[in-house]
Structures are given as structure tokens and as C-alpha cells.
């Protein structure tokens, strides 16, 4: 019996919902699986947490997370009760900051089911590789002055570690899918920190001579993402721009409410965290209208990193089998309810693992 102990955080909004749903799918997985055991730990860390303790977690919760195999991940934000940089900053980005969750992976792929806005569009599978933990969201830079003087400085900050890092991994994920790895830059414009990311994009892809590798500037490619997204197989990008292009890619798989995310320590030093991209959704939390694709996706996520990628296509394959049914939520055209989504998911996941 393989025994994975788990951090549960469902955060805020709809993720209370949503992360019950992945764990009944993953629940079903190790049913199927028959060697497989889960134990959950919960803990209520989100917006309201800190309106009771002026904090996100309490001063030992990196300690205490760093203890569990992986971390899963619900939506954090409430900014109507805090404000987003409080939120995001004291919760998500410590953890990955603290946890060396250096590389984000996001997926994009046309499901089976599913009518992605673009007219026509060919079938596209790829995924973008965000490097982590620095880039243009460091923390570096401050402000002085008022009103009329005001002045502010952030700071990009670009190490060739973690540069290479995220694009080794992003070369070595390209080995196992279609060879081609596309760098997102903007070295026509920002002058010092995209030639050194071009730079270092050539220096590592040396080691790769097999792998197909281009550099495009990011607003030509957020283009090419919407004209002929079925061309692109791994893109690598800064902090900023991996958040962006997986946005899109989100928007243009038909909702950002099914995208998913996996926040990596590739050393397992530490916990990796697994998040879907979307956020709380505070508008329909507790309505029964949020899609559970996301989670679950991110539970598949989870299911591949951990070396069981057979039972992470068991759980997609059980989405696209559910979509192509017709089972969809609101924002995705549908009217079938969360409850309602994921029972069918979970009864195709287990119609799949007979």
C-alpha cells in the first residue's frame, strides 16, 4: 500500500467546493488503483482566517506544510474582505517561495467535448512552463515621496540558476511530447533581463540538439496563441509572462475555470503544491455553479508527479468523456450543477478503471 500523506487547503469563495470534488475523484482513484491511500489534512487558512488572526497562517505553517508529501491547493482571494497582494503574498506565493516551488506547469489542450471560442481552431496540446519564483514578481524595488513626487521602483530579478532551471525542465518535458520548445521574450523592448534570458535559452537548448527551439516576443506570441495555437508543444516564460499566456490559454480552452497548475519543487526537498488557475469566484461561491474541472485537473497533475501518470489520464480521460457527453457547467455553456458534474465524472472514472 502506497501512503500519501496530503495538505488540504481549500481556501476561499468557490474553492470550498471545488476541492471536496477532486478529492472524491481521488478518493476513486485509489479505489480503482487498490494500492493507493490518501491521508487528508485540512487546514483553514484563507481570508477569513485572517480577519480572525491578522495573518493568512499562523507563524509555523511553512513548517507545518513542509511535513506533508504535497500540498492541494484550493483558490485564495476575498478582496472585498483583504486585499489581494495581503492574500496572495501572506498564502500562495510564501508557500511557493518558502516550499522552492521553482517551476509552475500549466497545460492547455482542446478537450474532447469541449468548443473552444477560436473559430475552427485545429486540435492544440501544450503547456506552458512559468519559471517560479522570480522574474518581475520579486520583491525588490520600494517608494518614496507623495502626491505630485511620488516615486516607485520594482524590480526584475533574473538568476541564471533558476533561469536554467526552468528551461532544462521545460527542454526535458519536450523530450517526452513533440520536441519543440518556444522561449516568450520581449528583448526588442526590455533591454537588460530579456537578451540575458535569450542568452541563457541558447545556452541550455545547445544540450538539446534534437529539440526544435525559437524565442518569440511575447506579444506576437500571445497573437500566434489565438491565430494557430495547435503549432506551440512546450513554451517556456519569465513569472509575468507565464501568468499571462496561461490565462489565455485558458480563455482560449473555453474557460479559465478548467485550467490547472502545479507549482513543482523538481528536487522534492520539498512539498510541491497543486492549484487550479482560476480564482475564488466569490460572485457564484456557494451557489453550486463552479465548474470542478480545474481541481480535478490539478489532482491529475498531482497523480503524474508523484509517478502514477496511468491514473492521472484515467481522471482527464473521465473529463473528456463527461464533457463529450454533454455534462458542463455554466461557464461553459452547460447547465449541470457542481454536484452534477462531478458525479458523472465519477462515475465515467470509474467505468474507465474496470
Not at 455534462?327 to 450543477?337: E, I
Amino acid at each position: 500500500m502506497n501512503t500519501y500523506d496530503i495538505a488540504v487547503i481549500p481556501g476561499d469563495g468557490i474553492g470550498k467546493e471545488v476541492v471536496p470534488a477532486a478529492l472524491r475523484c481521488l478518493e476513486a482513484v485509489a479505489d480503482i488503483h487498490g494500492g493507493l491511500k490518501w491521508n487528508w489534512t485540512f487546514f483553514p487558512w484563507n481570508c477569513e482566517y485572517y480577519l480572525q488572526h491578522g495573518e493568512m497562517m499562523p507563524e509555523d505553517g511553512i513548517a507545518t506544510l513542509k511535513q506533508f508529501d504535497q500540498i492541494f491547493l484550493g483558490a485564495v482571494g476575498m478582496p472585498e474582505l483583504v486585499p489581494d497582494h495581503i492574500s496572495l503574498w501572506g498564502l500562495l506565493v510564501r508557500i511557493r517561495r518558502e516550499c522552492e516551488q521553482s517551476i509552475n506547469v500549466r497545460p492547455a489542450k482542446l478537450l474532447r467535448g469541449l468548443e473552444s471560442p477560436l473559430r475552427n481552431p485545429e486540435p492544440f496540446d501544450f503547456v506552458v512552463v512559468r519559471e517560479n519564483s522570480e522574474g518581475e514578481y520579486s520583491q525588490a524595488g520600494g517608494a518614496i515621496h507623495s502626491d505630485e513626487d511620488e516615486l516607485v521602483v520594482q524590480n526584475a530579478i533574473f538568476t541564471r540558476r533558476q533561469t536554467a532551471k526552468a528551461m532544462k525542465y521545460a527542454f526535458e518535458l519536450a523530450a517526452e511530447r513533440r520536441h519543440s520548445v518556444v522561449s516568450a521574450t520581449k528583448s526588442n523592448g526590455i533591454v537588460h533581463s530579456m537578451p540575458f534570458w535569450d542568452r541563457v535559452f541558447g545556452e541550455v537548448g545547445a544540450a538539446y540538439p534534437d529539440a526544435a527551439a525559437r524565442s518569440v516576443h511575447i506579444d506576437a506570441l500571445c497573437a500566434y496563441l489565438v491565430m494557430r495555437p495547435q503549432q506551440f508543444d512546450v513554451i517556456v516564460a519569465s513569472n509575468l509572462f507565464g501568468d499571462i499566456l496561461t490565462d489565455l490559454g485558458g480563455a482560449i480552452m473555453g474557460s479559465i475555470g478548467i485550467a490547472p497548475a502545479a507549482n513543482l519543487n523538481v528536487e522534492r526537498k520539498y512539498p510541491s503544491m497543486f492549484e487550479p488557475v482560476h480564482g475564488s469566484a466569490p460572485d457564484i461561491a456557494g451557489k453550486g455553479l463552479a465548474n470542478p474541472i480545474g481541481q480535478i485537473w490539478t489532482a491529475k497533475q498531482m497523480l503524474d508527479f508523484i509517478g502514477l501518470p496511468e491514473l492521472g489520464e484515467l481522471v482527464l480521460g473521465a473529463i473528456e468523456d463527461s464533457l463529450a457527453a454533454g455534462v458542463k457547467t455554466r461557464d461553459l455553456g452547460g447547465s449541470a450543477t457542481t454536484e452534477e458534474a462531478v458525479s458523472d465524472i465519477l462515475a465515467r472514472l470509474y467505468r474507465r478503471g474496470k
